[in-house]
């Protein structure tokens, strides 16, 4: 019997995230767990020049080129400073893991771990999931 009944990834585009949903989306298929997807819109720099609408086809978009099972994915889109709006997620959820991305911004802010993985890592008792994106070997 599986532990994990509901996955939640936050999302943000980047090679990375696709990462840290491929390990989501293979949990929940594996385990048959439920699966949501948030994708976190910093108001002052998204909103400015695209619609809710276009964010909102974006997100469904995104998720539906991955979804190679056609599983069902909830997905939500959250406004606000991304830390704060994946912890309120996780506490209005209340998922068995969370998955998400590692990367950080640059060597001086945060060596290891990137800003919001931090964040949220650091702010709940519950199983936290990093994935790093693979670093294309150079011969």
């Not at 619609?51 to 469904?60: A, D």
């Not at 056609?70 to 959820?93: C, R, S």
């Not at 991305?101 to 890592?121: P, R």
């Amino acid at each position: 019997m599986s532990l994990i009944k509901h996955i939640l990834c936050a999302v943000d585009y980047s090679n990375t995230s696709s990462y840290a949903f491929e390990y989501a989306y293979d949990t929940a298929t594996v385990r048959e767990a439920s699966l949501t997807v948030i994708h976190v819109v910093n108001s002052h720099e998204e909103m400015s020049s695209v619609s809710f609408k276009q964010i909102e086809e974006e997100l469904s978009n995104w998720v539906a080129a991955r979804n190679v099972d056609n599983i069902t994915i909830k997905q939500d889109i959250l406004f606000g400073i991304p830390h704060v709006e994946i912890l309120q997620a996780i506490q209005d959820l209340k998922p068995d893991l969370i998955v998400l991305g590692n990367k950080g911004h640059t060597i001086h802010e945060h060596f290891f771990i990137g800003h919001v993985a931090e964040k949220v890592l650091n702010n709940t008792n519950l199983p936290v999931l990093l994935i790093k994106a693979p670093v294309d070997k150079k011969d």
